[in-house]
């Protein structure tokens, strides 16, 4: 089962940040922090993931705190085509082959 | 690179028909999943091929789905009969395996309407 917690929606202005939450406080020490999105009618796209550094590529960046137990994936940008569903996911290191356990995610509404 | 294709993209079908639906990986990928979202609910699990073989296949709702990697390329998921809860959207994935950190790229799915 799902083991993250996300606000259901959140809103955001074109052109503004949008910072998206997540708790994860029963987190071990080998388990990462995934982000994956999915735009209406596609399927899921990966974003980025962490294990306790603040990781920073192309699309987004991800700050994890000091005790792990949150995170924020952070579009600098926010642009009408990131209107997603945001999920944040939580998996085990050193085991490539491990589902993915998706929850409900968070719906970002990027307005105009 | 081409990324992971489904086909159908979409498929309705009549209780207790048959359905097939195939995915084909990134070229190269060993690991290959199927997911479902039925409707109202979130993404599930259904299983894991490695190659070939199945590595999980604790997703799998009951007997009614059968998934096959025959050669350890494209994969074939059936649905027979098919039920009306069977309604969803069905998503493969694909990883590289081999020991490396197992990012999951995702198909566009097959969503299936059971009539």
């Known amino acids: 089962d799902a083991k993250t917690t996300q606000p259901p929606s959140m809103d955001c202005a074109e052109g503004r940040a949008a910072n998206l939450p997540c708790n994860h406080s029963?987190?071990?020490?080998?388990?990462?922090v995934y982000w994956y999105r999915q735009i209406h009618s596609q399927g899921p796209q990966y974003i980025i993931h962490g294990l306790k550094n603040n990781e920073t590529n192309e699309m987004a960046s991800l700050i994890i705190t000091e005790d792990r137990k949150s995170s924020t994936l952070i579009l600098p940008h926010a642009t009408l085509r990131d209107t997603a569903v945001y999920y944040c996911i939580v998996r085990m290191m050193n085991t490539g082959f491990q589902k993915l356990v998706f929850g409900t995610g968070t719906r970002l509404l990027v307005s105009p | 690179e081409a990324g992971v294709t489904q086909f159908p993209s979409h498929s309705v079908i009549e209780k207790g028909q048959t359905v097939t639906l195939r995915c084909d990986p990134i070229?190269?990928?060993?690991?290959l999943y199927w997911y479902r979202r039925v409707m109202g609910k979130e993404i599930k699990f259904l299983l894991h091929?490695?190659?070939?073989?199945?590595?999980?296949e604790s997703g799998m709702p009951n007997n009614r789905f059968l998934a096959e990697r025959t050669g350890g390329t494209y994969s074939t998921l059936k649905v027979q009969p098919a039920e009306l809860e069977d309604s969803g959207v069905y998503f493969c994935?694909?990883?590289?395996?081999?020991?490396?950190?197992?990012?999951?790229?995702f198909g566009p799915g097959t969503r299936l309407t059971v009539l």
């Open positions: 994935a694909s990883s590289p395996g081999g020991g490396r950190m197992d990012t999951q790229y």
């Open positions: 070229s190269g990928h060993d690991n």
């Open positions: 029963t987190i071990s020490g080998n388990e990462y």
């Open positions: 091929f490695v190659k070939e073989s199945k590595q999980d």
